[in-house]
């Protein structure tokens, strides 16, 4: 699939970095964050990006200032996003409800829409000038918790991009914000869907009982391989895969009928194709990260208007033998599987493994992660459809080296889904040959029998 010009340079001029806070007084209060919110995974910094055209309909308006004014009405609904984040007794965070604001750059950029090539999937070039990491911003307690930059281009268009901070919001989350900054923004006097911040509902059971086996947080007992070392020891490469109504139909025949979602299907095929490409020990085990929204698992579901974290971070385990050698049928029962642990027990069994084990990290040894976006809502601040609407870059956030389901017309026009990949070099030759193969079902190349017992230099 055609990337954006790696080669691309091009200048912005920013202004200086500003607080937006509240257009309101609102009110200053400690509200403590869940137990799923605060384990010590989802303490990151996640960016994502939008790239919008010219629009006739909107001339005249600046979007900077539509924007500017427009999150800081908004702000008076979700006002402990204009808080800053504290660290109680055993690791608890504390959103301090201070109004003191989000930061926000407004920028203008020598480059045109045109200037980024045909299509936009990540990566983008030099993306560092569209979000300016500010000095001192990005950290998890006592920074602000979104950092948004606005970027005119000489075209006329114009490039929202922001970064949020992951203990506050789930990608659903964020989303519920932007879209009521774009009710905001067209005119609305309140969101349509009024924000719901009872965290409480997420802690854990009193006393905390953990009842689920939780692999996700326990470390393999022995493996050769490091896993995401590798994505520290190597040059990345990063790339974008589309998947259209053709791929996802070849994929389809290659698995037994039987009510698969496209998550499903493609999880299990990205997971197969990148662990041939990592040719990693055959014994060692590996195991898939399905990140799953639980909003609807709870009975009742979760408020409408939640905006915390409600993922569950499910676990498919295997060893790369049997994973590699296996038709995709297999991966793809281990995915459906995971998947559907994520349950109201499960993720209040989560809850409770958080206070009891001081809030761990995910593993990440032998891991992948991929995480379902293609279904957030759009928004459109009035100026139509985002070219693109998404993660940044790939890996980037809670979860590295993870891959993400994104809604993507391609440039023939084309509606499918766009999956960004990061892998070492030599990792991404062979990743893209496993997956023509599977996508052409042709007889396997043996890359993978040849390389059983050397182990990956990786």
Aim: aromatic share 10%; hydrophobic share 40%.
């Amino acid at each position: 699939m055609p990337t954006p010009p790696s080669s691309l340079v091009f200048k912005v001029h920013r202004r200086e970095p500003e607080l937006i806070p509240p257009a309101k007084p609102t009110p200053h209060e400690l509200k403590p964050l869940s137990d799923i919110d605060d384990q010590d995974g989802l303490r990151s910094q996640v960016p994502g990006v939008r790239f919008y055209r010219s629009n006739p309909s909107m001339q005249g308006k600046d979007p900077v200032k539509l924007m500017r004014e427009a999150i800081a009405k908004t702000l008076v609904w979700y006002y402990p996003l204009a808080g800053r984040l504290r660290e109680g007794p055993n690791r608890k965070l504390i959103v301090e409800c201070t109004g003191e604001g989000i930061l926000f750059i407004e920028a203008d950029a020598q480059v045109t829409l045109a200037q980024f090539g045909d299509t936009l999937p990540p990566p983008f070039p030099c993306f560092e000038e569209l979000l300016f990491d500010v000095p001192g911003s990005s950290g998890i307690l006592n920074c602000p918790l979104i950092l948004v930059q606005v970027t005119r281009l000489q075209c006329g268009g114009f490039v929202f991009a922001f970064r949020f901070n992951h203990t506050m919001c789930d990608g659903v989350g964020i989303i519920q914000f932007l879209s009521a900054v774009n009710e905001i923004a067209g005119g609305s006097s309140a969101p349509s869907i009024i924000p719901v911040l009872e965290r409480h509902l997420l802690n854990a059971s009193n006393p905390p009982q953990v009842n689920h086996q939780h692999l996700e947080y326990t470390e393999a007992a022995k493996n050769s391989n490091t896993g995401f070392s590798i994505f520290h020891d190597a040059e990345l490469v990063h790339k974008s895969f589309f998947f259209g109504h053709t791929e996802i139909s070849a994929l389809r025949n290659l698995v037994p009928q039987g009510g698969y979602s496209s998550y499903e299907i493609l999880t299990a095929c990205l997971w197969k194709c990148r662990t041939v490409a990592l040719q990693l020990d055959p014994e060692d085990e590996v195991r898939l990260l399905c990140i799953v929204d639980a909003r609807n698992k709870f009975k009742p579901p979760l408020p409408k208007g939640f905006y915390g974290n409600a993922i569950g971070i499910t676990t498919a385990v295997t060893n790369v033998s049997k994973l590699c050698e296996s038709p995709l049928g297999y991966a793809l029962e281990l995915v459906k599987k995971a998947k559907a642990e994520a349950t109201e027990e499960y993720m209040r069994s989560v809850a409770s493994l958080m206070v009891i084990r001081g809030r761990p990290h995910f593993t990440t040894t032998g891991c992948f992660a991929v995480s379902d976006t293609k279904h957030f809502q759009e928004v459109e601040f009035g100026w139509g459809k985002a070219l693109y609407s998404g993660v940044a870059k790939p890996g980037s956030g809670a979860f590295p080296g993870a891959s993400y389901l994104i809604s993507y017309t391609n440039n023939k026009g084309e509606d499918g889904i766009v999956v960004p990949i990061s892998l070492p070099s030599l990792a991404m030759e062979r990743f893209a040959r496993e997956l023509q193969i599977m996508l052409k079902n042709l007889k396997p190349t043996g890359d993978y029998i040849a390389s059983k017992f050397v182990k990956s230099s990786l």
